[in-house]
């Protein structure tokens, strides 16, 4: 089955250091990934996609196949990057509206 | 563009009861889905509805039912509610096919006591 695995609940790091957010998935082929961004008291937005191959706030992402990683990395961390971030993978085997996303990550950047 | 809206914010209801939750998609989205989000977890996929016809279902009972209307704005309907389907409900809209991408509303904040 198709999943989503984000291995760290809270990343902890200062302001200027720099900062991966690991994403590991499951599945078979080429794989269309996405990273959502939950800012307190704000919805969930889409950060980055990974066919877009664009760099949002700093952010960046690159699709590993053999690694089946899709990591989230920022040279320099600002104090506004602190929020739940989510990684999402369409369930190739359900409807196009389905996506399975991670448990989430908590990153907290410390002034 | 107010982006993907929902209805009510928040909502408290008694075992057993029903409730509705309603979402605008995006103007110009016909695709519509609904996740549950309990705390400590990632969305989990309940309903995608496309051109008012259901396209998929997530890991649900039936309790839980969805449909959507004309102007492609949909409701969630929970039947007999439970304790445990106090969470966060999530509407996305997105243009539909082809497109995995979803917007996201606000969510409506649902416990039941």
């Known amino acids: 089955a198709q999943r989503v695995t984000q291995p760290e609940k809270l990343l902890s790091v200062f302001k200027g250091a720099p900062v991966e957010l690991k994403c590991n998935y499951s599945?078979?082929?080429?794989?269309?990934l996405f990273w959502y961004v939950q800012y307190s008291r704000q919805r969930l937005q889409l950060l980055l996609r990974?066919?877009s191959r664009e760099s949002i706030k700093g952010f960046t992402a690159d699709l590993n196949k053999g690694e089946t990683s899709f990591h989230l990395k920022k040279p320099f961390a600002q104090e506004e990057d602190s929020a739940m971030y989510y990684c999402?993978?369409?369930?190739?085997?359900?409807?196009?509206?389905?996506?399975?996303f991670g448990k989430g990550t908590k990153l907290s950047v410390k002034p | 563009d107010a982006g993907v809206t929902q209805s009510p914010t928040h909502l408290i209801k008694t075992r057993g009861q029903h409730v509705t939750l309603r979402c605008s998609p995006i103007?110009?989205?016909?695709?519509v889905s609904w996740y549950q989000q309990v705390l400590g977890q990632g969305p989990q996929f309940i309903f995608q509805?496309?051109?008012?016809?259901?396209?998929g279902r997530g890991n649900f009972p039936d309790r839980f039912s969805a449909r959507q209307f004309p102007n492609y704005s949909s409701e969630l309907n929970v039947n007999a509610l439970l304790l445990g389907d106090s969470a966060l409900y999530l509407c996305?809209?997105?243009?539909?096919?082809?497109?995995?991408?979803?917007?996201f509303g606000p969510g409506t904040r649902l416990t039941v006591t």
């Open positions: 996305a809209s997105s243009l539909g096919t082809g497109r995995y991408e979803q917007y």
């Open positions: 990974h066919i």
């Open positions: 999402a993978l369409p369930n190739y085997g359900g409807s196009q509206g389905n996506l399975i």
């Open positions: 599945y078979s082929g080429s794989p269309e």
């Open positions: 103007s110009g989205h016909k695709s």
């Open positions: 509805y496309y051109e008012k016809e259901e396209r």
